[in-house]
Protein backbone atom coordinates (compact mmCIF):
# COMPACT_ATOMS: atom_id res chain seq x y z
CA UNK A 1 0.00 0.00 0.00
CA UNK A 2 0.74 3.40 -0.63
CA UNK A 3 2.41 5.30 2.29
CA UNK A 4 0.65 9.16 0.92
CA UNK A 5 -2.87 8.90 0.25
CA UNK A 6 -3.49 11.98 -1.81
CA UNK A 7 -6.74 13.83 -0.91
CA UNK A 8 -8.49 15.28 -4.07
CA UNK A 9 -10.99 18.11 -3.59
CA UNK A 10 -13.20 17.86 -6.78
CA UNK A 11 -13.44 21.77 -7.01
CA UNK A 12 -9.80 22.57 -7.10
CA UNK A 13 -9.02 19.70 -9.33
CA UNK A 14 -9.23 21.93 -12.84
CA UNK A 15 -5.74 21.27 -13.43
CA UNK A 16 -4.57 17.82 -13.88
CA UNK A 17 -1.06 17.70 -11.51
CA UNK A 18 0.53 14.97 -14.19
CA UNK A 19 1.23 15.52 -17.76
CA UNK A 20 2.50 12.57 -19.71
CA UNK A 21 6.49 12.65 -20.27
CA UNK A 22 7.60 14.45 -22.84
CA UNK A 23 7.94 12.34 -26.11
CA UNK A 24 4.76 9.97 -24.65
CA UNK A 25 0.66 10.07 -25.14
CA UNK A 26 -2.33 8.39 -23.97
CA UNK A 27 -4.04 6.85 -26.92
CA UNK A 28 -7.66 6.94 -26.65
CA UNK A 29 -10.43 6.33 -28.93
CA UNK A 30 -10.54 6.54 -31.85
CA UNK A 31 -6.74 6.03 -32.45
CA UNK A 32 -6.44 3.43 -29.62
CA UNK A 33 -8.89 1.21 -31.93
CA UNK A 34 -7.70 2.29 -34.85
CA UNK A 35 -3.96 0.95 -32.96
CA UNK A 36 -5.58 -2.04 -32.51
CA UNK A 37 -6.93 -2.97 -35.66
CA UNK A 38 -3.48 -2.37 -37.14
CA UNK A 39 -2.01 -4.65 -35.36
CA UNK A 40 -4.70 -7.00 -35.79
CA UNK A 41 -4.42 -6.79 -39.87
CA UNK A 42 -0.26 -7.20 -39.61
CA UNK A 43 -0.81 -10.12 -37.17
CA UNK A 44 -3.01 -11.95 -39.78
CA UNK A 45 -0.57 -11.28 -42.49
CA UNK A 46 1.99 -12.58 -40.92
CA UNK A 47 0.38 -15.61 -39.47
CA UNK A 48 -1.13 -16.27 -42.72
CA UNK A 49 2.78 -16.69 -44.12
CA UNK A 50 4.17 -18.80 -41.16
CA UNK A 51 4.90 -16.67 -38.54
CA UNK A 52 4.11 -16.78 -34.96
CA UNK A 53 3.92 -14.52 -32.11
CA UNK A 54 6.34 -13.29 -29.55
CA UNK A 55 6.10 -11.29 -26.54
CA UNK A 56 9.56 -10.59 -25.30
CA UNK A 57 10.22 -8.72 -21.84
CA UNK A 58 9.76 -4.54 -22.35
CA UNK A 59 13.32 -4.61 -20.53
CA UNK A 60 16.61 -6.63 -21.13
CA UNK A 61 20.05 -6.70 -19.96
CA UNK A 62 21.46 -3.46 -21.10
CA UNK A 63 24.06 -5.64 -23.35
CA UNK A 64 21.57 -7.08 -25.51
CA UNK A 65 21.31 -3.69 -26.98
CA UNK A 66 25.04 -2.38 -26.62
CA UNK A 67 25.97 -5.44 -28.83
CA UNK A 68 23.59 -3.77 -31.53
CA UNK A 69 26.53 -1.42 -31.57
CA UNK A 70 27.53 1.34 -29.39
CA UNK A 71 28.31 4.11 -31.93
CA UNK A 72 24.72 4.22 -33.34
CA UNK A 73 22.37 6.76 -32.22
CA UNK A 74 20.12 4.14 -30.55
CA UNK A 75 22.86 2.76 -28.14
CA UNK A 76 24.94 5.95 -27.41
CA UNK A 77 22.53 8.60 -27.37
CA UNK A 78 18.47 6.94 -26.82
CA UNK A 79 19.15 4.28 -24.51
CA UNK A 80 16.62 4.48 -21.67
CA UNK A 81 19.01 2.49 -19.30
CA UNK A 82 18.85 2.10 -15.52
CA UNK A 83 19.37 -0.10 -12.98
CA UNK A 84 17.15 -1.68 -10.80
CA UNK A 85 16.85 -2.62 -7.40
CA UNK A 86 19.09 -5.75 -7.55
CA UNK A 87 21.66 -3.93 -9.30
CA UNK A 88 21.47 -5.21 -12.82
CA UNK A 89 21.57 -3.12 -15.58
CA UNK A 90 18.56 -2.74 -17.78
CA UNK A 91 17.18 -0.63 -20.82
CA UNK A 92 13.77 -0.22 -22.36
CA UNK A 93 13.99 -2.09 -25.60
CA UNK A 94 14.23 0.43 -28.17
CA UNK A 95 13.66 -1.94 -30.94
CA UNK A 96 12.77 -5.43 -31.15
CA UNK A 97 15.57 -7.65 -33.19
CA UNK A 98 18.12 -7.11 -30.18
CA UNK A 99 15.39 -9.24 -28.40
CA UNK A 100 14.64 -11.78 -30.36
CA UNK A 101 17.53 -12.49 -31.44
CA UNK A 102 18.52 -13.10 -27.36
CA UNK A 103 15.26 -15.20 -27.54
CA UNK A 104 16.44 -17.13 -30.25
CA UNK A 105 20.29 -18.18 -28.42
CA UNK A 106 18.75 -18.50 -25.00
CA UNK A 107 15.89 -21.08 -26.53
CA UNK A 108 17.12 -22.34 -29.82
CA UNK A 109 14.09 -23.05 -30.85
CA UNK A 110 13.86 -24.83 -34.47
CA UNK A 111 15.09 -23.90 -37.61
CA UNK A 112 13.98 -21.20 -39.50
CA UNK A 113 12.49 -19.52 -36.87
CA UNK A 114 9.75 -16.88 -37.92
CA UNK A 115 8.68 -15.27 -35.80
CA UNK A 116 6.17 -11.64 -35.20
CA UNK A 117 5.41 -9.02 -32.55
CA UNK A 118 3.94 -5.92 -32.11
CA UNK A 119 4.12 -3.83 -28.83
CA UNK A 120 6.03 0.11 -27.76
CA UNK A 121 9.56 0.68 -28.01
CA UNK A 122 11.50 3.57 -26.35
CA UNK A 123 14.29 5.82 -27.34
CA UNK A 124 15.18 9.13 -26.06
CA UNK A 125 15.06 10.76 -29.03
CA UNK A 126 13.97 14.44 -29.77
CA UNK A 127 9.99 15.15 -29.35
CA UNK A 128 7.93 16.09 -32.38
CA UNK A 129 5.38 14.72 -34.52
CA UNK A 130 5.88 11.06 -35.57
CA UNK A 131 8.96 11.13 -33.52
CA UNK A 132 7.97 9.89 -29.63
CA UNK A 133 9.74 8.48 -27.13
CA UNK A 134 7.62 5.45 -26.88
CA UNK A 135 6.24 4.13 -29.94
CA UNK A 136 4.44 1.51 -31.26
CA UNK A 137 6.27 -0.95 -33.29
CA UNK A 138 4.89 -4.13 -35.45
CA UNK A 139 7.68 -6.53 -37.30
CA UNK A 140 8.75 -9.90 -38.46
CA UNK A 141 12.17 -11.72 -38.06
CA UNK A 142 13.36 -14.93 -39.27
CA UNK A 143 16.36 -16.84 -38.15
CA UNK A 144 18.23 -19.58 -39.56
CA UNK A 145 18.36 -18.96 -43.37
CA UNK A 146 20.24 -16.63 -45.67
CA UNK A 147 18.29 -17.59 -48.51
CA UNK A 148 17.80 -14.04 -50.51
CA UNK A 149 13.80 -15.50 -51.65
CA UNK A 150 13.64 -14.74 -47.35
CA UNK A 151 14.26 -11.28 -48.11
CA UNK A 152 12.21 -10.64 -50.76
CA UNK A 153 9.08 -12.56 -48.98
CA UNK A 154 9.85 -10.52 -45.94
CA UNK A 155 9.57 -7.43 -48.17
CA UNK A 156 6.36 -8.55 -49.79
CA UNK A 157 4.81 -9.21 -46.71
CA UNK A 158 5.38 -5.62 -45.51
CA UNK A 159 4.45 -4.28 -48.68
CA UNK A 160 1.07 -6.52 -48.29
CA UNK A 161 0.31 -4.83 -44.84
CA UNK A 162 1.22 -1.45 -46.04
CA UNK A 163 -1.86 -2.42 -49.05
CA UNK A 164 -3.91 -3.74 -46.70
CA UNK A 165 -3.60 -0.39 -44.64
CA UNK A 166 -4.89 1.26 -47.89
CA UNK A 167 -1.77 3.51 -47.77
CA UNK A 168 -0.71 3.77 -51.41
CA UNK A 169 2.09 6.78 -51.06
CA UNK A 170 4.60 4.51 -49.69
CA UNK A 171 8.21 3.48 -51.97
CA UNK A 172 10.52 0.78 -51.25
CA UNK A 173 14.48 1.44 -51.07
CA UNK A 174 16.71 -1.49 -51.21
CA UNK A 175 20.46 -1.62 -50.73
CA UNK A 176 22.86 -4.32 -49.99
CA UNK A 177 25.56 -3.65 -47.67
CA UNK A 178 27.46 -6.63 -48.46
CA UNK A 179 29.25 -9.07 -46.05
CA UNK A 180 31.49 -7.87 -43.12
CA UNK A 181 34.50 -8.68 -45.54
CA UNK A 182 33.44 -6.37 -48.06
CA UNK A 183 33.14 -3.55 -45.70
CA UNK A 184 36.95 -2.69 -45.01
CA UNK A 185 37.60 -1.77 -48.36
CA UNK A 186 34.48 0.19 -48.49
CA UNK A 187 35.23 2.21 -45.23
CA UNK A 188 38.66 2.74 -46.58
CA UNK A 189 37.11 4.40 -50.09
CA UNK A 190 33.99 6.39 -47.97
CA UNK A 191 36.75 7.49 -45.06
CA UNK A 192 39.34 8.72 -47.47
CA UNK A 193 36.59 10.21 -49.43
CA UNK A 194 34.74 11.65 -46.33
CA UNK A 195 38.07 13.11 -45.12
CA UNK A 196 38.47 14.93 -48.37
CA UNK A 197 35.60 16.92 -48.65
CA UNK A 198 35.18 17.34 -44.57
CA UNK A 199 35.07 21.17 -45.13
CA UNK A 200 31.89 20.72 -46.33
CA UNK A 201 30.42 18.80 -43.83
CA UNK A 202 28.38 19.56 -40.70
CA UNK A 203 30.24 19.75 -37.74
CA UNK A 204 28.35 16.68 -36.18
CA UNK A 205 29.10 14.73 -39.58
CA UNK A 206 32.45 15.33 -39.29
CA UNK A 207 32.80 13.98 -35.64
CA UNK A 208 30.72 11.07 -36.88
CA UNK A 209 33.26 10.28 -39.78
CA UNK A 210 36.26 9.77 -36.96
CA UNK A 211 34.75 7.21 -35.15
CA UNK A 212 31.81 5.28 -38.24
CA UNK A 213 32.16 7.30 -41.33
CA UNK A 214 29.02 4.54 -42.80
CA UNK A 215 26.99 6.55 -40.04
CA UNK A 216 27.35 9.99 -42.07
CA UNK A 217 25.58 8.58 -44.59
CA UNK A 218 22.74 8.66 -42.49
CA UNK A 219 22.57 12.12 -41.86
CA UNK A 220 19.44 14.42 -42.64
CA UNK A 221 21.20 17.56 -42.37
CA UNK A 222 20.93 19.62 -45.45
CA UNK A 223 24.27 20.47 -45.13
CA UNK A 224 25.42 16.88 -45.67
CA UNK A 225 23.69 16.07 -48.82
CA UNK A 226 26.29 17.20 -51.47
CA UNK A 227 28.76 15.41 -50.41
CA UNK A 228 26.62 12.31 -49.51
CA UNK A 229 25.56 12.00 -52.93
CA UNK A 230 28.44 12.10 -54.26
CA UNK A 231 29.88 9.15 -51.74
CA UNK A 232 31.21 5.53 -52.72
CA UNK A 233 28.81 3.14 -52.79
CA UNK A 234 29.06 -0.08 -51.50
CA UNK A 235 27.18 -2.23 -53.88
CA UNK A 236 30.55 -1.03 -56.07
CA UNK A 237 32.56 -3.12 -53.21
CA UNK A 238 30.30 -6.33 -52.97
CA UNK A 239 31.56 -9.69 -52.64
CA UNK A 240 30.77 -12.27 -55.78
CA UNK A 241 28.22 -13.95 -53.58
CA UNK A 242 26.70 -10.84 -52.01
CA UNK A 243 26.21 -9.49 -55.76
CA UNK A 244 24.38 -12.89 -56.95
CA UNK A 245 22.00 -12.81 -53.62
CA UNK A 246 21.29 -9.21 -54.38
CA UNK A 247 20.04 -9.60 -58.04
CA UNK A 248 18.05 -12.74 -56.91
CA UNK A 249 16.55 -10.38 -54.18
CA UNK A 250 15.92 -7.47 -56.88
CA UNK A 251 14.55 -9.76 -59.31
CA UNK A 252 12.24 -11.62 -56.46
CA UNK A 253 10.35 -8.19 -56.17
CA UNK A 254 10.36 -7.54 -59.94
CA UNK A 255 8.03 -10.76 -60.19
CA UNK A 256 6.11 -10.34 -57.69
CA UNK A 257 5.25 -6.56 -58.80
CA UNK A 258 6.73 -4.98 -55.68
CA UNK A 259 7.97 -1.84 -57.07
CA UNK A 260 11.19 -0.40 -55.67
CA UNK A 261 14.04 1.81 -55.95
CA UNK A 262 17.77 0.69 -55.26
CA UNK A 263 19.09 3.32 -52.96
CA UNK A 264 22.71 2.96 -52.97
CA UNK A 265 23.42 4.99 -50.25
CA UNK A 266 20.70 3.50 -47.67
CA UNK A 267 22.79 2.40 -44.48
CA UNK A 268 19.73 2.35 -41.63
CA UNK A 269 20.98 3.50 -38.20
CA UNK A 270 22.22 0.38 -36.61
CA UNK A 271 25.85 -1.28 -37.33
CA UNK A 272 24.69 -5.14 -37.46
CA UNK A 273 22.74 -4.89 -41.13
CA UNK A 274 24.95 -7.15 -43.47
CA UNK A 275 23.65 -7.38 -46.99
CA UNK A 276 19.56 -6.94 -48.05
CA UNK A 277 18.39 -3.44 -46.36
CA UNK A 278 15.61 -1.25 -47.05
CA UNK A 279 13.55 1.26 -45.85
CA UNK A 280 9.98 2.49 -46.32
CA UNK A 281 8.95 5.95 -46.97
CA UNK A 282 5.18 7.37 -46.81
CA UNK A 283 5.37 10.46 -49.18
CA UNK A 284 2.56 11.84 -47.19
CA UNK A 285 5.22 12.33 -44.00
CA UNK A 286 7.61 15.40 -43.31
CA UNK A 287 11.18 13.91 -44.78
CA UNK A 288 12.58 14.06 -41.50
CA UNK A 289 10.30 11.58 -40.05
CA UNK A 290 8.55 9.50 -43.37
CA UNK A 291 10.17 6.62 -42.76
CA UNK A 292 7.37 4.41 -42.02
CA UNK A 293 9.48 0.92 -41.51
CA UNK A 294 12.78 -0.55 -42.31
CA UNK A 295 14.80 -3.53 -42.03
CA UNK A 296 17.53 -6.23 -43.32
CA UNK A 297 19.82 -8.69 -43.17
CA UNK A 298 22.22 -9.03 -39.77
CA UNK A 299 23.86 -12.22 -40.47
CA UNK A 300 26.06 -11.95 -37.54
CA UNK A 301 24.19 -10.10 -34.39
CA UNK A 302 22.53 -13.61 -33.24
CA UNK A 303 26.66 -14.94 -32.73
CA UNK A 304 27.23 -11.63 -31.36
CA UNK A 305 24.40 -12.38 -28.46
CA UNK A 306 26.16 -15.58 -27.86
CA UNK A 307 24.10 -17.85 -30.17
CA UNK A 308 25.44 -19.95 -32.65
CA UNK A 309 25.85 -18.06 -36.14
CA UNK A 310 22.68 -17.83 -37.96
CA UNK A 311 21.62 -15.44 -40.51
CA UNK A 312 18.86 -13.14 -39.51
CA UNK A 313 16.46 -11.16 -41.76
CA UNK A 314 13.74 -9.13 -39.76
CA UNK A 315 12.19 -5.66 -40.34
CA UNK A 316 10.21 -3.04 -38.18
CA UNK A 317 7.35 -0.92 -38.60
CA UNK A 318 6.39 2.04 -37.03
CA UNK A 319 2.20 1.96 -36.23
CA UNK A 320 2.48 5.78 -34.80
CA UNK A 321 4.12 6.85 -38.03
CA UNK A 322 1.86 4.58 -40.57
CA UNK A 323 -1.15 5.87 -38.86
CA UNK A 324 0.11 9.56 -39.70
CA UNK A 325 0.45 8.59 -43.08
CA UNK A 326 -2.67 7.07 -43.60
CA UNK A 327 -4.23 10.42 -42.13
CA UNK A 328 -2.58 12.58 -44.70
CA UNK A 329 -3.40 9.80 -47.48
CA UNK A 330 -7.48 9.70 -45.38
CA UNK A 331 -6.91 5.56 -45.91
CA UNK A 332 -7.45 3.60 -42.40
CA UNK A 333 -10.49 6.06 -41.22
CA UNK A 334 -11.71 5.28 -37.80
CA UNK A 335 -14.75 3.33 -36.98
CA UNK A 336 -17.39 4.46 -35.24
CA UNK A 337 -19.15 1.39 -33.86
CA UNK A 338 -21.69 3.18 -31.37
CA UNK A 339 -23.30 0.76 -28.85
CA UNK A 340 -26.64 -1.23 -30.53
CA UNK A 341 -29.20 -1.36 -27.44
CA UNK A 342 -29.46 1.22 -24.83
CA UNK A 343 -31.18 0.22 -21.65
CA UNK A 344 -33.84 2.37 -20.04
CA UNK A 345 -34.77 1.53 -16.81
CA UNK A 346 -36.62 3.34 -13.69
CA UNK A 347 -38.00 0.38 -11.60
CA UNK A 348 -37.17 -0.02 -8.09
CA UNK A 349 -35.74 -3.41 -8.79
CA UNK A 350 -32.76 -5.05 -10.64
CA UNK A 351 -34.53 -5.49 -13.85
CA UNK A 352 -32.41 -3.12 -15.82
CA UNK A 353 -28.99 -4.14 -15.00
CA UNK A 354 -30.15 -7.61 -15.49
CA UNK A 355 -31.41 -7.14 -18.58
CA UNK A 356 -28.12 -5.04 -19.79
CA UNK A 357 -26.18 -8.47 -18.57
CA UNK A 358 -28.39 -10.63 -20.52
CA UNK A 359 -28.07 -8.79 -23.53
CA UNK A 360 -24.03 -8.66 -23.23
CA UNK A 361 -24.09 -12.37 -22.32
CA UNK A 362 -25.84 -13.13 -26.36
CA UNK A 363 -23.01 -10.81 -27.53
CA UNK A 364 -25.17 -7.63 -27.96
CA UNK A 365 -23.59 -4.38 -27.40
CA UNK A 366 -25.67 -2.86 -24.77
CA UNK A 367 -24.84 -0.11 -22.18
CA UNK A 368 -27.52 2.22 -19.53
CA UNK A 369 -27.52 4.89 -17.92
CA UNK A 370 -26.34 5.13 -14.02
CA UNK A 371 -27.08 7.49 -10.87
CA UNK A 372 -31.41 6.60 -11.02
CA UNK A 373 -31.91 9.39 -13.37
CA UNK A 374 -35.99 10.36 -14.73
CA UNK A 375 -37.04 8.73 -17.64
CA UNK A 376 -36.83 11.54 -19.61
CA UNK A 377 -32.95 11.88 -18.38
CA UNK A 378 -32.53 8.62 -20.03
CA UNK A 379 -34.11 8.74 -22.91
CA UNK A 380 -32.01 11.84 -23.38
CA UNK A 381 -28.67 9.72 -23.19
CA UNK A 382 -30.44 7.35 -25.18
CA UNK A 383 -30.69 9.38 -28.07
CA UNK A 384 -27.14 10.31 -27.66
CA UNK A 385 -25.80 7.41 -27.54
CA UNK A 386 -26.02 6.76 -31.24
CA UNK A 387 -27.91 3.31 -30.43
CA UNK A 388 -30.30 2.17 -32.23
CA UNK A 389 -32.82 0.63 -30.39
CA UNK A 390 -33.87 1.65 -26.77
CA UNK A 391 -35.40 -0.69 -24.52
CA UNK A 392 -37.97 0.85 -21.76
CA UNK A 393 -38.60 -0.20 -18.75
CA UNK A 394 -40.82 1.68 -16.38
CA UNK A 395 -43.09 0.71 -13.51
CA UNK A 396 -45.76 -0.34 -15.69
CA UNK A 397 -43.50 -2.77 -17.71
CA UNK A 398 -42.02 -4.30 -14.83
CA UNK A 399 -45.75 -4.92 -13.61
CA UNK A 400 -46.97 -6.52 -16.61
CA UNK A 401 -43.45 -8.28 -17.34
CA UNK A 402 -42.81 -6.53 -20.11
CA UNK A 403 -40.49 -3.91 -22.11
CA UNK A 404 -41.24 -1.71 -24.26
CA UNK A 405 -38.92 -1.83 -27.77
CA UNK A 406 -38.06 1.41 -29.52
CA UNK A 407 -36.33 1.81 -32.87
CA UNK A 408 -33.97 5.09 -31.72
CA UNK A 409 -33.21 6.58 -35.19
CA UNK A 410 -35.63 6.75 -38.21
CA UNK A 411 -38.62 8.06 -35.38
CA UNK A 412 -40.12 4.36 -35.00
CA UNK A 413 -42.85 3.98 -32.88
CA UNK A 414 -42.62 1.62 -29.60
CA UNK A 415 -43.52 -1.88 -29.20
CA UNK A 416 -43.90 -3.73 -25.90
CA UNK A 417 -42.77 -7.62 -26.13
CA UNK A 418 -42.90 -10.03 -23.76
CA UNK A 419 -39.08 -10.25 -21.29
CA UNK A 420 -39.04 -13.87 -22.33
CA UNK A 421 -38.57 -12.40 -25.79
CA UNK A 422 -36.64 -9.90 -25.40
CA UNK A 423 -33.48 -11.06 -26.72
CA UNK A 424 -34.59 -12.73 -29.72
CA UNK A 425 -36.59 -9.64 -31.00
CA UNK A 426 -33.37 -7.52 -30.13
CA UNK A 427 -31.37 -10.01 -32.50
CA UNK A 428 -34.29 -9.92 -35.56
CA UNK A 429 -33.71 -6.30 -35.59
CA UNK A 430 -30.15 -5.76 -35.70
CA UNK A 431 -28.18 -6.12 -38.85
P1 LIG B 1 14.16 1.73 -37.03
O1 LIG B 1 14.56 0.53 -36.26
O2 LIG B 1 14.76 3.00 -36.51
O3 LIG B 1 14.28 1.58 -38.50
O4 LIG B 1 12.61 1.87 -36.73
C1 LIG B 1 11.62 1.18 -37.46
C2 LIG B 1 10.43 2.08 -37.63
O5 LIG B 1 9.93 2.46 -36.33
C3 LIG B 1 10.74 3.40 -38.31
O6 LIG B 1 10.67 3.26 -39.70
C4 LIG B 1 9.65 4.31 -37.79
O7 LIG B 1 8.46 4.13 -38.53
C5 LIG B 1 9.44 3.78 -36.39
N1 LIG B 1 10.16 4.64 -35.42
C6 LIG B 1 11.47 4.62 -35.08
N2 LIG B 1 11.75 5.55 -34.15
C7 LIG B 1 10.57 6.18 -33.88
C8 LIG B 1 10.18 7.23 -32.98
N3 LIG B 1 11.05 7.82 -32.15
N4 LIG B 1 8.87 7.62 -32.98
C9 LIG B 1 7.96 7.02 -33.80
N5 LIG B 1 8.28 6.04 -34.64
C10 LIG B 1 9.55 5.61 -34.69
Do not use: H
Not at 55 to 61: A, C, R, T, Y
Not at 424 to 429: T, Y
Request: hydrophobic share 40%; with cysteine; proline share 6%.
Amino acid sequence: MLAVRYQYDRATMARSDFQTPPGTRDLTEPTSSRVRRLVALFAEEAERAGFGQIVPPMFEDVGVFVRLGESSDVVAKELYSFTDKGGRDLALRPEFTASVCRSFAQTRPLLPWKTWYSGPSFRYDKPQKGRYRQFDQVGAEVIGSDDPDLDTELIALAWRFFAKVGLRDVALSVNSLGDFADRPAYLDALGAYLRSNADALSEQSRATMATNPLRVLDSKRPQDAAVIAEAPILLDFLSESAAVAFERVTAGLKALGVPFQVAPRLVRGLDYYTRTTFEFAASGLDAAQNAVGGGGRYDGLVEALGGPPEPGIGFALGVDRTLLACDAEASFPAERRPIDVWVVSTTAGTEGIELVEALRNDGIRADRAYGGRSMKAQMKVADRSGASIALIMGEDEAAAGTVAVRMLRDGGGQEPIDRSRVLEKVRSLLP
